[in-house]
């Protein structure tokens, strides 16, 4: 048994990712006589579980306490490139900014907010989720405003906002750059898209290549009509009430 076990463990298709402050040729040897003389079965087709295209919204009475839910999910498709990747993390970052200064402060309707987004190099698209938590009789209401305000964004970004960004950006870099993590995460990435390690030496250009007209292009496919869920939970019936937003622990 443990045998059989050894044997499928052994012979799964595998890639291995050396990392080290030496020459390679001093492990290819090793590499070769270990790793690569092992016999391994061929790679199985693997399909990848894709949001579906379309527009879908839905309406459900599930929340025991007096608040509605809102989360909203979408993709855009989008090339993977180390620069469009760093665009779309500013465009992420200057998007959460803005929403939550429309919603919270401005409109003040919302006790929680959260906008996440990628650029999926597998799935060549733009992910992204929306959630917020508002008063049951105003989350249709917050989440048209959230609409408006993401198909407004890239005309609202300025030189100025991204410029910031940028500077957060390199000043982050100081710290990612001898993270092992980080760089093992990258060199996958590389290989994945290139074949050898270049993204390793060029990630120290890519501040340079942040421009505005860059990431306004990104903030414009953070949210897609064409491609987006939407939920919203409201208060079931009989729903307990719930402590006001300014006695319980916010999180923005």
Known sequence: MLLTQWQQTVSAPVTYYLMANEPA????????????????????????HLALAGTRESTVALNIEPRSEV????????????????????ARNLANKYLKNSLRDEALGIYRMRLDSELADKAQRIEAEISFTASPERGHELWQRAEQ?????????????????????????????????????????????????RYLSEVSNLAQAVTLDGVRAMVSKLLNPANRALLLSLPREGAETADSATDGDVTL
């Open 71 to 90: 989360r909203a999910w979408s993709y855009t498709e989008q090339p993977w490139t180390p620069q469009a990747a760093v665009h779309v993390s500013i």
């Open 149 to 197: 305000l993401l198909a407004n964004l890239p005309q609202r970004i300025t030189a100025d906002d991204v410029e910031q960004q940028r500077q957060q950006f390199i000043r982050a870099e100081q710290g990612r750059s001898n993270d092992f993590t980080t760089q093992q995460r990258r060199l996958i990435l590389s290989d994945r898209h290139y074949g050898d390690p």
């Open 25 to 48: 040729d001093r492990f290819l040897p090793l590499v070769e006589r270990y790793l690569a003389s092992l016999p391994r079965a061929t790679q199985p087709a693997i399909t990848q």
